[in-house]
């Protein structure tokens, strides 16, 4: 006879050991509501981003599902649906795209392709009678930014710009000490964010990208650099360069150092570059202190230090799954009806700042933002 005990023989075990009274006096455990009904999400474009991080970020999250997915590669599509327990008939391909319409499973549209390509896709989504999350920057024009608003607006459809540090706590706590008191008021942002880039991809590729690093990563300096001094830029300074030898960057630029001049005073100096080796970090800077985040702009690792008044500490917040956060809480706002965060006028608004960051490059002179009022 088998020596081994069974997990429901030792529990029974443990009951009779404990004696009716002493069961009864136990804590119940605590089983979770189940999280009711989930938003169904197809997902368009099923590259490296969808594959490693946007698909196992769904089995982290409460209000949202996979529904559907939209590839030019069917055998890729079939292999990930079979993974993730999407139905083939949910599977579509570009030229079918807009079948989706008659897709009871879908009730959002999350638009991961490259850049040439969200406005498109997030006008073809909401003539489909659906809700659009884009991937940023929301479009390589501020005309193309525009007419996904409408587009939008037009079908009764929301539209959310996948800003994902938004839901971040380090971002979050950095926010609240720029708008507090303990560094007494930031005055300079530093962001800088460069990697290497490996050639022959959409990123080195100005029509499909909408330009170099600057769209692609320099968004993120940027977008940082607003959010933290809580206003928008009313001039910007640039310049970019490009390397003789480097067949990459025939077509784009390696590098952009880009200034942003705020009213109050403060300013953003920000860098991007697709040639040198990974760096993403930003420090704020006050009178009375400062702060610095190391891997800012990072799915993970994300570090916060802060020094006032010559104190040094790390901040120890929770890392989180920064794409569950931001898909649950655009389905959170469906579902409730409550406004969200990073809607398509906050993609409009970095794209306009984009646009004069390349119209300063190309002049050599500075570009003032008080006639883009539009934008905001």
């Known amino acids: 006879m088998s020596n081994a005990v069974t997990r429901r023989e030792a529990l029974a075990a443990g009951t009779v050991l404990l004696g009716g009274a002493a069961a009864a006096q136990r804590t119940p455990v605590h089983v979770p509501p189940p999280p009711g009904k989930k938003l169904g999400w197809a997902l368009v474009g099923l590259g490296k981003l969808t594959i490693e991080e946007l698909l196992p970020a769904f089995a982290k999250c409460e209000k949202s599902r996979v529904a559907a997915l939209v590839s030019g590669v069917p055998e890729k599509a079939k292999a990930l649906a079979a993974r993730y327990g999407v139905p083939e008939k949910h ?24 850049n040439s390509l969200h406005a498109e896709y997030t006008v073809r989504a909401a003539k489909a009678g659906k809700h659009v999350f884009c991937e940023k920057p929301m479009a390589p024009t501020s005309k193309e930014c525009r007419g996904m608003i409408a587009a939008c607006r ?10 994902r540090l938004h839901h971040e706590p380090h971002h979050l706590r950095a926010v609240d000490l720029a708008k507090g008191k303990d560094i007494g008021g930031v005055q300079l942002v530093v962001a800088d964010l460069t990697q290497q880039v490996p050639p022959g991809t959409w990123r080195t590729n100005r029509a499909m990208g909408g330009g170099g690093p600057v769209p692609d990563i320099g968004i993120y300096c940027l977008n940082e650099a607003r959010m933290l001094l809580g206003e928008e830029p009313a001039e910007v300074r640039a310049t970019t360069f490009k390397p003789k030898d480097d067949p990459r960057f025939g077509d784009v630029e390696q590098r952009c150092l880009f200034t942003l001049s705020f009213p109050s005073g403060a300013q953003a100096n920000c860098s991007c570059d697709y040639g040198l080796d990974d760096v993403s970090q930003f420090t704020m800077i006050g009178p009375d202190g400062s702060a610095r985040m190391d ?3 990072r799915y993970r690792g994300l570090k916060l230090t802060t020094t006032v008044r010559g104190i040094r500490r790390v901040t120890e917040l929770a890392q989180i799954d920064q794409f569950a956060a931001e898909i649950d809480h655009f389905s959170l706002s469906i579902l409730e009806n409550k406004p969200h965060k990073t809607p398509g006028e906050e993609g409009l608004r970095d794209v306009t700042v984009i646009e004069a960051i390349y119209e300063a490059a190309r002049s050599g002179k500075p570009v003032g933002l008080g006639h883009k009022e539009a934008a905001r």
Do not use: H, Q, S
């Open 91 to 114: 599977i579509y391909d570009y030229d079918g795209f807009d079948r989706v319409k008659d897709d009871p499973a879908v009730d959002v549209v999350y638009v991961v392709l490259p």
């Open 154 to 163: 037009e079908a009764g459809r929301r539209l959310m710009i996948a800003y």
């Open 295 to 297: 891997n800012a702009f």
